[in-house]
């Protein structure tokens, strides 16, 4: 069936009203692919001066960059004005919402990190004001025009991030996929600066491949200027720990853009699914778990802060304390990890029991949230290949070494056996959606004497029958199972949320500065720093993003359970 079919409704037949909005789209896939090429040229020429000003004796300053984003989120900033006008003023833009799209708690998430965005910006602000008479203008209007296009798309995608519009179809997709590559290109500029600024960190003077000589250096804080002042660098400080909230905020929006994109002149039935973004019960939101897997995954996460701090403060100190702070470093994440794999597996296994239907309806936030999931991955099994060879091959002999191997190798185990809970859970229907063409397994209660049920003794889970009617076959089959059923989906909570709160600490120590690739010496003596900087700098992004794209995951397979 095409792409350009209208999708059956999974209730009750009902003919939905016909949209105003003008005649069918006779070719979907050529607007797409206009919008495309637009994107992929944009995002290659922002690609470009972004790497090229990365580099040593590339005549490409940090000054070309913000030009180039202040240009790109102007123009995003004022297609998104006209998108929010236009379908104001035409109530028939939009016959259509899809409820798959932009459910409430990545609409939350996307805030969030739009806050801390906002806070990052007034720092930028304030250090680069901070000498403002050696500095280029577009330095202190690049932030503040930052600041004015996270307001404006937050709105943005919070009220529309469900439309399938039906007005100027080339026009948005193109829209669209211009303000989705705005995002891409804020992220690569965050990633780039942050990569190096960690780069300048843990290099040293024989390592100046990827770090920033002096000269460039001081092009990135400020030139001639000096920030002396004690104000000015808290500000540079702050602001380089605000960028993973930045760059969590640009992938965000750029996954709700995406879906919007997918959604531009899409047709939907009146009654539109279950399934993915099915909108839970408050009542039962924050209900109906053993409470080991919150209790255990908090207990994670306040062991990996102190870990994460006792590592910064050891591997930053200047009492030769790297050793004890990698080998705490390792211990922690090897057993978080472990417990990670056999919680996902205990998942998988409980799935093999459940007698929910799977969900096969179109969904295209579904189809992205596991092309997301795979692709991310695909960093962190990079950098842990490397890992692997470089301590089989070189043969380290100390416990370091062990510990390496150890962790690279259940890092592969973790992303892998995570990953197919994920998917396999974000295709299940909602509890209670079994399917319809099989009958229940045996054994189950087909016939039932009331005489010997009254004889039996009285406990409290046992179903108790008053009065001459009996229930009907479905109705007492429904009694006598339901406990076992929500057994089931009260594991599948707890591990949700187990896994929810490992991977949000996962997430917090390399988003926030911690390098054991650099620190642990055996992949950089293995395969020397410049190609071993590439290798971490280029993946360990992804890695990143992977572990707070499984919380967003995450959270939607704990309510959907």
């Not at 050529?30 to 090429?37: A, H, K």
């Not at 680069?128 to 690049?142: G, M, T």
């Not at 529309?160 to 891409?184: E, Q």
């Not at 790297?322 to 090897?334: E, P, R």
Request: hydrophobic residues 45%; charged residues 15%; aromatic residues 10%.
């Amino acid at each position: 069936m095409s792409e350009e079919s209208e999708e059956p409704a999974a209730g009750p037949k009902e003919s939905p009203p016909a949209p105003r909005a003008g005649p069918r789209e006779v070719w979907k896939k050529g607007g797409r692919l206009l919008s495309v090429l637009l994107a992929v040229n944009v995002l290659l020429l922002a690609c470009t001066l972004v790497s090229g000003g990365a580099f040593n004796k590339v005549a490409v300053y940090d000054t070309d960059v913000f030009a180039l984003l202040t240009t790109m989120m102007l123009l995003s900033a004022l297609w998104i004005l006209f998108y929010l006008l236009r379908t104001a003023r035409c109530p028939d833009a939009v016959p259509y919402r899809d409820a798959h799209a932009g459910p409430v708690w990545l609409r939350g998430g996307l805030v969030l990190f739009g806050i801390c965005s906002l806070v990052m910006d007034i720092f930028k602000t304030g250090y680069y004001s901070s000498f403002f008479e050696c500095q280029s203008a577009i330095k202190i209007l690049h932030p503040l025009t930052q600041a004015v296009f996270v307001i404006i798309q937050t709105y943005f995608l919070w009220v529309s991030a469900k439309d399938c519009i039906h007005v100027h179809l080339d026009l948005t997709r193109c829209g669209l996929m211009f303000t989705l590559t705005t995002n891409l290109a804020i992220w690569m500029a965050a990633v780039v600066d942050e990569s190096v600024h960690q780069a300048y960190s843990h290099s040293n003077a024989s390592h100046s491949r990827l770090a920033p000589d002096p000269d460039r250096a001081g092009s990135r804080v400020g030139g001639d200027c000096s920030c002396s002042t004690a104000l000015c660098q808290v500000f540079q400080q702050g602001y380089f720990y605000l960028y993973p909230f930045n760059i969590e905020y640009s992938l965000f929006a750029s996954t709700m853009l995406y879906v919007m994109w997918k959604n531009v002149g899409r047709l939907l039935a009146s009654t539109h699914g279950h399934g993915h973004g099915h909108p839970p019960s408050r009542v039962s939101l924050f209900r109906g778990t053993f409470f080991a897997g919150p209790v255990l995954g908090l207990m994670l996460l306040v062991v990996g802060l102190a870990v994460f701090i006792i590592y910064e403060v050891q591997v930053s100190g200047e009492g030769g304390q790297t050793q004890q702070a990698l080998v705490i470093y390792y211990s922690f994440n090897i057993a978080c990890l472990g417990l990670m794999t056999l919680v996902s597996l205990g998942g998988s296994v409980i799935y093999r029991f459940d007698r929910r239907a799977m969900d096969h309806h179109k969904n295209p936030t579904r189809t992205l949230d596991v092309a997301l999931l795979m692709g991310a991955a695909l960093g962190q099994y990079a950098i842990s290949y490397y890992s692997i060879v470089a301590v089989v091959v070189g043969m380290p002999k100390d416990v370091l070494g062990a510990l390496d191997l150890a962790h690279a190798l259940l890092m592969i185990a973790q992303h892998t056996f995570q990953n197919v809970f994920i998917i396999e859970s974000l295709h299940r229907g909602p509890p209670g959606a079994e399917p319809h063409d099989s009958p229940p397994k045996e054994p189950c209660l087909t016939f039932a004497n009331l005489d010997a049920l009254h004889t039996l003794p009285t406990c409290p889970p046992t179903p108790r029958l008053d009065g001459p009617s009996l229930a009907g076959p479905q109705e007492t089959i429904a009694i006598i199972l339901a406990p076992r059923g929500h057994w089931r989906h009260r594991c599948l909570k707890d591990i949700s949320l187990f896994l929810l709160l490992c991977n949000i600490i996962l997430w917090i120590m390399p988003a926030f500065g911690a390098r054991p690739h650099f620190s642990n010496k055996v992949e950089m003596d293995f395969y020397g720093y410049s190609l071993w900087a590439a290798i971490v700098n280029i993946c360990l992004p992804f890695g990143i993003f992977y572990r707070m794209h499984a919380v967003s995951s995450l959270l939607e397979v704990y309510v959907l359970s």
